[in-house]
């Protein structure tokens, strides 16, 4: 389907807003919530709370990105994570690519796709959004 995925990194440029719109969750908010950091645990923990529904880690830019509907993006109102749709691309990897890859700090599902069209319930993400950012909004006042 797409040639890039065969290239050295095995990421695809694909345009958001037809097969799905992606919500950018910074990697703070993740690793705060979940209270851990290693990257397989961390994706188990996600698996379980997106009940096993698509999620790429980039860990270069520190961000996850979850999988939703299209359209998603006209009505999303949360400030804590972005989401993407119409006019916006998303490197995405391989199917295969599934984990950090030596040391690597190429995107890698950190939940995989289990069939096509199984996308994150938008509001799964935006309930843990929401309780991310006061949460971590909360930690940070109660460092002031």
């Given at each position: 389907?797409?040639?890039?995925?065969?290239?050295?990194?095995?990421?695809?440029?694909?345009?958001?807003?037809?097969?799905?719109?992606?919500?950018?969750?910074?990697?703070?908010?993740?690793?705060?919530?979940?209270?851990?950091?290693?990257?397989?645990?961390?994706?188990?923990?996600?698996?379980?709370?997106?009940?096993?529904?698509?999620?790429?880690?980039?860990?270069?830019?520190?961000?996850?990105?979850?999988?939703?509907?299209?359209?998603?993006?006209?009505?999303?109102?949360?400030?804590?994570?972005?989401?993407?749709?119409?006019?916006?691309?998303?490197?995405?990897?391989?199917?295969?690519?599934?984990?950090?890859?030596?040391?690597?700090?190429?995107?890698?599902?950190?939940v995989?796709?289990?069939?096509?069209?199984?996308?994150?319930?938008?509001?799964?993400?935006?309930?843990?959004?929401m309780?991310?950012?006061?949460?971590?909004?909360?930690?940070?006042?109660?460092?002031?």
């Open positions: 389907m797409y040639q890039e995925w065969d290239g050295e990194c095995r990421l695809a440029l694909i345009p958001l807003g037809k097969l799905f719109d992606a919500v950018r969750i910074p990697e703070h908010l993740v690793h705060g919530v979940a209270e851990v950091s290693d990257p397989s645990t961390v994706s188990g923990w996600l698996g379980w709370i997106f009940n096993g529904r698509p999620v790429i880690h980039d860990p270069a830019g520190r961000r996850y990105y979850a999988l939703v509907p299209p359209g998603t993006a006209r009505l999303w109102r949360a400030p804590a994570a972005a989401c993407l749709g119409d006019g916006t691309y998303l490197g995405v990897p391989r199917t295969d690519v599934t984990g950090l890859e030596g040391h690597a700090w190429g995107s890698y599902w950190a995989p796709v289990t069939r096509p069209g199984w996308l994150c319930r938008t509001s799964d993400v935006l309930t843990f959004v309780v991310a950012g006061c949460l971590t909004d909360a930690d940070c006042e109660a460092e002031s």
